[in-house]
């Protein structure tokens, strides 16, 4: 079972830019998917959580109206549209399946980690 997260880049303050995670080995259609952060130095944080359909969605209020998680099944893909980027989103993003029940902000609730993509937002 792999994930792997792809899509990151260097890009300028309020580019945009859409990152891929794309699962092999098993089908996660029927689990949240989700997306966190870590910037160098600091703890992995939470981004975005994706229910079974796209119709369930929470975000961090810091990339709440910015950044669209959805999902394709059907590829096996989960997706982060991120817009008006910022210098303070510059961070190593992985994806995850969460796997178990309780806060979509715990990284311990998550499994099969992708290796992360880098995005850098220069100022």
Request: with cysteine.
């Amino acid at each position: 079972v792999q994930l792997q997260a792809s899509g990151g880049g260097l890009v300028q303050t309020g580019d945009s830019l859409r990152l891929s995670c794309t699962t092999s080995g098993r089908s996660f259609s029927y689990y949240m998917m989700g997306w966190f952060r870590q910037a160098p130095g600091k703890e992995r944080d939470f981004v975005a959580v994706i229910g079974v359909s796209d119709g369930y969605t929470i975000y961090a209020d810091s990339v709440k109206g910015r950044f669209t998680i959805s999902r394709d099944n059907a590829k096996n893909t989960m997706y982060l549209e991120m817009n008006s980027l910022k210098p303070e989103d510059s961070a190593v993003y992985y994806c995850a399946v969460k796997h178990l029940s309780g806060s979509v902000h715990d990284t311990g609730r998550y499994a099969y980690w992708g290796q992360g993509t880098l995005v850098t937002v220069s100022s």
